[in-house]
């Protein structure tokens, strides 16, 4: 007997054991051998990538997540040319060492780009690259708005000298084209091609791989410090506006997606902002934040990837260009592909609730007699950035007036519940804001860029826009349409909304809702 019971307790230590050492195994590589890890990627390319370290986050499981495989054959201007993996030109500027020089990283660096011929932008990125950060022209970064309040835009951003990033190029340098000027990794013609101006006036991202020099593996070693795991190199432009931002955090998603990294990237800012509360969302969908010039000397990327500018992204492009597509769920998607539909909206919206530790459930199951909570979303004073004078421009004259008159429809209608909630975002952290938009039956407020917030709203949430004459824009309704939302607008003649007409548009949706 008591032989049998030693030997059940060794099998279950051992299965303990089994279990145990199962657990970290899939923790600790978590996603890096999922649907979009590196399939189509050689072995060589891939050990170039490496895995990042225990200090990167995992993606998390999405409800929403299509495959990011490189398909050469995603439609022009269609939906996912647009929002997803329309980078299917690819041109090598600096091969990946081979196993004959090197394999492995531990030969020359290696450089290339993804082009977008739908978005007219690239994702670039590249092995042992280094960043000598004293020859780029930018304030330090990442201080507190009231230190350094009238400091002008231009001396935040970024102006590089030649050498600004350099990569070491003991490999045989292909070029663009197979002709490159001096030390200088592209020349102009490759940037016209792959990484044009557009309407930017100050393209950073150009000005960035047009400073990259190659250099001997002497030269290049005078680093002062390696950062191992997968990095985004980002400039911001518009940094303290919500919407713009958006655009930022959309980039870096895709740029990290298309490259196929198997954990969330580190983010370097090759900007010299001031601190925003903004920064809360960057720390949460990344695995950390620092500042260009935070680094003390020379830094080196065993993986830099360069994220496009904001204004490369659809969200952007979508004010000016039909972007005609229309949210789909991704199970409807995988078994009925459709490039008219997209669902990456939703997919980039769950990955920020996701980022804050919210449950990303495929629907919001309404219970009868459940409340509906209704989010109005307000636009209130604040210090934006350090040119900013700390009033908002107003969008609704008579914002309190409609909420009031909101709070007081509430409370006459016993019939039906309902909590209004005050979205005073500006004074809210970012996880208490993405929490009201997720437990938000209805939506509304005034156009600003608040609402941009939309992205991450539930399947079944109504979206209620109030328009000012002069904001006739139609950031907020492209964001419902493509992420399949019901959207309603009040136009208005001014600036002056007639609460009645509010609140009957409200009783009608809330109707509709069942209640």
């Known amino acids: 007997m008591n032989r049998n019971k030693s030997k059940l307790l060794k099998i279950l230590l051992a299965l303990f054991a089994l279990n145990s050492l199962s657990l970290y195994l899939y923790f600790s590589h978590s996603?890096?051998?999922?649907?979009?890890?590196?399939?189509?990627?050689?072995?060589?390319?891939r050990s170039n990538l490496r895995l990042p370290h225990q200090f990167s986050k995992a993606w998390p499981i999405l409800p929403s997540?299509?495959?990011?495989?490189q398909n050469p054959k995603v439609r022009y201007r269609s939906c996912e040319a647009y929002f997803g993996n329309g980078f299917t030109t690819r041109v090598d500027l600096l091969p990946t060492p081979t196993a004959g020089n090197g394999g492995g990283g531990g030969g020359g660096g290696w450089f290339r780009c993804f082009y977008s011929e739908t978005l007219r932008s690239s994702i670039c990125e590249g092995g042992k690259l280094k960043m000598n950060h004293e020859k780029i022209a930018m304030s330090k970064g990442g201080e507190r708005i009231e230190?350094?309040?009238?400091?002008?835009?231009?001396?935040?951003?970024?102006?590089?000298?030649?050498?600004?990033?350099?990569?070491?190029g003991d490999g045989v340098v292909v070029g663009f084209r197979g002709k490159r000027v001096g030390k200088r990794l592209v020349n102009d013609d490759f940037l016209n091609s792959y990484v044009p101006r557009g309407g930017i006036d100050m393209h950073t991202m150009r000005g960035l791989i047009g400073s990259i020099e190659v250099v001997d593996a002497k030269v290049f070693d005078e680093c002062e410090q390696w950062v191992e795991e997968p990095t985004l190199l980002v400039t911001r432009f518009e940094y303290a506006n919500v919407f713009h931002t958006f655009t930022d955090w959309y980039s870096a998603y895709v740029s990290s997606r298309v490259t196929g990294l198997p954990n969330r990237p580190h983010v370097v800012f090759v900007d010299g902002h001031s601190q925003t509360q903004l920064e809360e969302t960057w720390e949460a969908l990344f695995s950390s934040i620092r500042y260009a010039k935070n680094f003390s000397g020379p830094v080196c990327f065993r993986h830099a990837i360069l994220s496009p500018l904001g204004?490369?992204?659809p969200l952007f492009k979508g004010l000016s260009e039909d972007i005609s597509c229309h949210g789909a769920s991704a199970h409807e998607l995988w078994q009925n592909p459709d490039d008219s539909k997209t669902a990456r909206m939703s997919e980039f919206g769950e990955m920020i609730r996701a980022a804050f530790g919210f449950q990303v459930n495929?629907?919001?199951?309404?219970?009868?007699?459940?409340?509906?909570?209704?989010?109005?979303?307000?636009?209130e004073d604040y210090l934006a950035h350090p040119r900013h004078g700390g009033k908002v421009e107003s969008r609704l004259s008579n914002e309190q007036e409609v909420f009031d008159s909101l709070q007081s429809w509430v409370s006459n209608n016993p019939e039906c519940k309902i909590n209004l909630v005050n979205g005073l975002f500006a004074h809210m952290s970012m996880k208490d804001q993405v929490r009201a938009i997720q437990d938000a039956s209805v939506i509304i407020g005034a156009h600003g860029a608040g609402l941009t917030?939309?992205?991450s709203a539930m399947p079944k949430t109504v979206i209620l826009e109030i328009v000012a004459s002069q904001y006739r824009r139609p950031h907020f309704q492209l964001i419902a349409q493509w992420k399949g939302l019901e959207y309603h607008a009040i136009y208005l003649d001014g600036s002056y909304a007639k609460p009645a007409v509010v609140t009957d548009k409200l009783s009608s949706i809330v109707k509709n809702l069942g209640c």
């Open 31 to 45: 996603h890096s051998h999922n649907r979009n890890s590196h399939d189509n990627v050689p072995f060589n390319e």
């Open 65 to 69: 997540y299509l495959p990011w495989s």
């Open 147 to 168: 230190d350094v309040m009238g400091r002008r835009d231009e001396e935040e951003l970024p102006e590089y000298q030649n050498g600004a990033f350099q990569i070491e």
């Open 311 to 313: 204004y490369e992204t």
């Open 362 to 379: 495929r629907h919001r199951i309404e219970k009868p007699g459940s409340v509906h909570n209704v989010l109005f979303v307000r636009r």
């Open 453 to 455: 917030h939309i992205v």
